[in-house]
């Protein structure tokens, strides 16, 4: 499977960017989709997740009411829009895919990943 992100740029506090992620290599609705992110200095942590159908999604408290993850099966696609950004919100932020799953939270639950798209939020 291969992913790839975009979507990402420099934004002010307050402002939105949504980031998209395209799969190749496999049937995408087969596949649970993740975003994660990893700011200078930090692991990387969770974001937000989706299941095979969109019918069950997951969020980090952090983003909770902010950031909404969305898929479009017919255009192998998964979506991250981002609402009202904070400067803490600055990372790059990861696709990722997995086959089978448990805890879609999990960093390590994920088979794929794709290269990044840097988020840049200015206070």
């Known amino acids: 499977v291969q992913l790839q992100a975009s979507g990402g740029g420099l934004v002010q506090a307050g402002g939105s960017l949504r980031l998209s992620c395209v799969a190749s290599?496999?049937?995408?609705?087969?596949?649970?989709m993740g975003w994660f992110r990893q700011a200078p200095g930090k692991e990387r942590e969770f974001v937000a997740a989706?299941?095979?159908?969109?019918?069950?999604?997951w969020y980090a408290d952090s983003v909770k009411g902010r950031f909404t993850i969305s898929r479009d099966n017919a255009k192998n696609t998964v979506y991250l829009q981002m609402n009202s950004l904070k400067p803490e919100d600055t990372a790059v932020y990861y696709c990722?895919?997995?086959?089978?799953?448990?805890?879609?939270?999990?960093?390590?639950?994920?088979?794929?990943w794709g290269q990044g798209t840097q988020v840049t939020v200015s206070s």
């Open positions: 990722a895919a997995a086959d089978e799953i448990i805890r879609a939270t999990i960093a390590s639950e994920y088979d794929y």
């Open positions: 290599g496999r049937t995408f609705s087969t596949l649970v």
């Open positions: 989706i299941s095979r159908s969109g019918s069950k999604t």
